[in-house]
């Protein structure tokens, strides 16, 4: 089966479980992260600056 999570504007995620949250911070989230070393797999957001209207899209 396949999930989604997605980050949309500078603050708003929705995780792979359909939760949807609002970030507030200037701070470094990690979005998925490989539990097994061996690939080394970690997709992580940073939002040091709200203003900013920068938009990457991961696949």
């Given at each position: 089966?396949?999930?989604?999570?997605?980050?949309t504007g500078s603050t708003h995620i929705q995780t792979f479980d359909g939760k949807h949250?609002?970030?507030?911070?200037?701070?470094?989230?990690?979005?998925?992260?490989?539990?097994?070393?061996?690939?080394?797999?970690?997709?992580?957001?940073?939002?040091?600056?709200?203003?900013?209207?920068?938009?990457?899209?991961?696949?």
């Amino acid at each position: 089966c396949s999930k989604i999570c997605s980050v949309t504007g500078s603050t708003h995620i929705q995780t792979f479980d359909g939760k949807h949250y609002a970030t507030r911070g200037s701070c470094e989230y990690t979005l998925v992260e490989e539990i097994r070393a061996a690939t080394g797999l970690n997709i992580a957001m940073a939002n040091p600056d709200k203003t900013s209207s920068n938009y990457k899209e991961l696949t």
